[in-house]
């Protein structure tokens, strides 16, 4: 299994997206979008998505380099329709319009529908915090079959659906991101397993008779059976709302089975968006900050090896060893990516077209 230097992995895969027809702007901001996930441990967001994206874009699935087309806009309301652009940077851009409304208004609703697949949605709430901003999502996800059983169910009506909290830092204490799906394990942490022939831990997933089974192909590439919902009824609420403010309540589709389903992942998300200085002073809001998550940070571990720890922390932490020695690409995907390399006449190993044909 290969360790890549991030900047390469960042040029090798902004290179084989613009090899797919994306500008080099937007190659670039969909390559670090993907590559910081790998940085931050979460590969099921990285360069794995890479092929799918790829091939979306050849065959239109995908379209590069949208503009986003404002559906509606007033003081604090802005709904944006993405026309299946490419998840990462229209969703960015989106995200930069509702911050500049937010700082303004002291809030603002954004509301994405029919963009690509989003990857990370941590990234919008770290996007939001560095800009001083609390911010709530909640995406679903449409385009395809769904792969997650709700909470007393054996069969699938639920894709991942993930929601992320965002708080952002202060002098002392990074910003709180919390981001999960709704689903025990994100569907690229699968993918990932089956790249690696491994078997998924045990109690996340279901075959197609509903009995529980570690096999990451009942639900890579194509469901037959399901991956579980995370806190039992809790987690199958949370997902069902994700469904209805993510897809319903922006306008984009849901998973009910009459919509379209042409195998691209499309996400459609709902944001609010929170200035803290105008509910509270940034002194108090800060000192209150510091100080839960530092009593949190307190409490006494069960083991002195495995210190408390809040969200955002284990990114940060693998971010550090990764940045210094390399991002594990496992030997399937590098190999899916070589053969899109070749496909596209790009030299895997700098990441542009190559004048002397493929490596």
Known sequence: MPLINHDKLRDIAAGLLAGA?????????????LV?????????????????????????GLRPDQPLKIVREDQAFLVIDANRGLGQSTARKAMGLAIDKA?????????IRRAGHMGRIGAFGEQCARAGLVSLHFANVSGHPPNVAPFAAREPRFATNPFCFAVPGSMRNAAIILDCAT?????????????????????????????????????VPDPVGSMIVFGEHKGSGIALICEL?????????????????????INNMLSVLIDPRHATTHERFNGEFDAVVEYVRSAAPFS?????????????????????????????????LRQVAETLSIDLDVGSPSTAGPS
């Open 103 to 111: 700082l303004v208004m002291g809030v603002a609703i954004l509301a």
């Open 183 to 219: 689903s025990k394990v994100a569907w690229g942490k699968l993918k990932v397993a089956l790249n690696k022939g491994e078997l998924a831990p045990e109690g996340l997933l279901l075959d197609a008779a509903g009995r529980p089974t570690r096999d990451p192909s009942v639900v």
């Open 245 to 265: 403010l993510g897809g319903a309540l922006t306008g984009g589709d849901t998973i009910e089975p009459e919509n379209a389903r042409d195998g691209v992942t």
């Open 21 to 33: 027809g994306c500008s080099q702007e937007e190659a670039t901001v969909v390559a670090e979008n």
């Open 36 to 60: 910081e996930a790998n940085l931050k441990g979460h590969d099921s967001h990285g360069v794995v998505n890479l092929p799918a994206y790829i091939t979306w874009l050849m065959t239109g």
């Open 304 to 336: 002195p090896s495995e210190p408390v720890q809040v969200a955002g922390e284990p990114e940060y932490r693998t971010m550090m060893a990764r940045l210094q020695d390399g991002i594990p690409v496992e030997d399937r995907t590098w190999d899916e």
